[in-house]
């Protein structure tokens, strides 16, 4: 799937532009990821992550466009060079970073758990793998699931589900087929919405998100830092995370 966006005729998406064009950059997004990437009512690509690319690309000179990548096979897509780097809530890990480069965080997560109202499953069920849950795939909940509760025999492997995204998680919750979902605390709060579950509380992963790129991107790399770092001194940024209901 492609949502275009400001792309300009001559762009390649390898963010080369032409003598006197601005360099496009495709920016891999994996919707809906609430409130940082999603679709609009329109179809187009909003939300926190969507709006900071927007401003830093105003702000450094580039132009973007947004392609919509499945989560478990977005970095393969930035090696790839389908797209220029990943903006959509990544968390910065020891493992992704063999592969790709990170710019400078900027928002922290934890892991939240959600269960069927009444069903009793509390968050040391949840650790000693006494439950069936569910998450994203790919996402840091199944890493954390795998690296804690998989690889050292607490949880038989069986016990976790992965979903192409968090929201059929929630949906197999509600009719009873798993017991927990497991996922990035904000986004899962905006993804629960009103639904019938039940937050039992967070894991303390202490995540840092950050916006990642190809390792060889050095000047990408520096824009996006530069970028940032004039965004988060901005009145935008507070802005913002009034906008997508984050404070
Ligand atoms: N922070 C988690 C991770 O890095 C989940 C992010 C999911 N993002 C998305 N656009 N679906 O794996």
Do not use: H
């Amino acid at each position: 799937a492609f949502a275009g966006c400001t792309s300009s005729e001559a762009a390649t998406g390898d963010g080369q532009g032409g003598v006197g064009e601005k360099s496009v950059y495709s920016v891999g997004i994996d919707v809906p990821y609430p409130p940082f990437s999603k679709m609009d009512t329109d179809g187009n690509p909003t939300g926190f992550d969507v709006d900071s690319i927007r401003w830093i690309a105003e702000n450094q000179g580039f132009e973007v466009k947004f392609e919509v990548v499945a989560w478990d096979g977005i970095i393969p897509a930035l090696q790839a060079g389908q797209i220029d780097m990943v903006y959509s809530g990544m968390t910065i890990t020891d493992e992704r970073l063999e592969k790709v480069n990170f710019s400078i965080p900027y928002w922290t997560v934890n892991q939240m758990v959600v269960v069927v109202p009444g069903s009793g499953v509390t968050i040391d069920d949840i650790k000693e793998g006494n439950a069936i849950i569910g998450t994203q795939s790919g996402c840091t909940a199944a890493i954390w699931m795998e690296e804690n509760l998989i690889d050292t025999g607490i949880m038989a492997k069986e016990n976790l589900k992965v979903y192409p995204d968090t929201t059929k998680a929630v949906d197999d919750l509600t009719t009873g087929r798993i017991d927990a979902v497991m996922y990035d605390d904000l986004s899962l709060k905006d993804i629960i919405g009103g639904r019938d579950v039940e937050n039992i509380g967070s894991i303390e992963t202490n995540e840092e998100f950050g916006i990642a790129v190809r390792k060889d991107d050095t000047e990408l790399l520096n824009k996006l830092n530069a970028g940032l770092t004039n965004l988060m001194a901005d009145p935008y940024w507070e802005e913002l995370k009034v906008q997508y209901d984050m404070v």
